[in-house]
T-cell receptor
Framework: ETGVTQSPTHLIKTRGQQVTLRCSSQ?????VSWYQQALGQGPQFIFQ???????GRGNFPPRFSGLQFPNYSSELNVNALELDDSALYLC????????????FGPGTRLTVT | KQEVTQIPAALSVPEGENLVLNCSFT??????LQWFRQDPGKGLTSLLL?????REQTSGRLNASLDKSSGRSTLYIAASQPGDSATYLC????????????FGRGTSLIVHP
């Protein structure tokens, strides 16, 4: 059984550009959540997808968007990148939307210059 | 809005000490609370999950307690080891149908040999 994987590991983008981050859920998991973790901070909830539908959203602007595919893998898209978007982006999957154990991937480190 | 505070922010101790990490949260209407470990630049690893009806959970040298009414949780680490060096994050989950935790900033722990 493979765990949660994320790609790419590191990414450097320029302010104003767009970025897509990818996440493969743990096998059998239908729920995926995305978090942003700035340096020295705890993870902040961005949004959650359950069976391809958005199931909750944190306090992030609309330029943060997501998708979940039929195989339950997921993408996080960020448009019009700002310097403050530099952070570790974490993906976590769970067996079901009401399952309380989330399994985290290693994260994607995004640097915006 | 749930606010989570973790004290101390950082801790540096010699190997073998018993440790106490504190977490407080403002909204006591939680469904459960989870403690995570995070190694530098990495994803999160779940350590213990306590349901709101429970008072404590134990796993090896780790013991987590929960006082829901006062909005507090404590993580005890017995006989600390250098391998315990990491950041420890507390994350209460509000009542509801989904698992969307709120994270504190964490306690950064260094255990010296």
């Amino acid at each position: 059984e493979t765990g949660v994987t994320q790609s790419p590991t590191h990414l450097i983008k320029t302010r104003g550009q767009q970025v897509t981050l990818r996440c493969s859920s743990q096998s059998g998991h239908n729920t995926v959540s995305w978090y942003q973790q700035a340096l020295g901070q705890g993870p902040q909830f961005i949004f959650q997808y359950y069976r391809e539908e958005e199931n909750g959203r944190g306090n992030f602007p609309p330029r943060f968007s997501g998708l979940q595919f039929p195989n339950y893998s997921s993408e996080l898209n960020v448009n019009a990148l700002e310097l403050d978007d530099s952070a570790l982006y974490l993906c976590a999957s769970s067996l079901d939307v009401k399952a309380y154990e989330q399994y985290f991937g290693p994260g994607t480190r995004l640097t915006v210059t | 809005k749930q606010e989570v505070t973790q004290i101390p922010a950082a801790l540096s101790v010699p190997e073998g000490e018993n440790l106490v990490l504190n977490c407080s949260f403002t909204d006591s209407a939680i469904y459960n609370l989870q403690w995570f470990r995070q190694d530098p630049g990495k994803g999160l690893t779940s350590l213990l999950l306590i349901q709101s009806s429970q008072r404590e959970q134990t796993s090896g040298r780790l013991n987590a307690s929960l006082d829901k009414s006062s909005g507090r949780s404590t993580l005890y680490i017995a006989a600390s080891q250098p391998g315990d060096s990491a950041t420890y994050l507390c994350a209460p989950n509000a009542s509801g149908g989904s698992y969307i935790p709120t994270f504190g900033r964490g306690t950064s722990l260094i255990v010296h040999p």
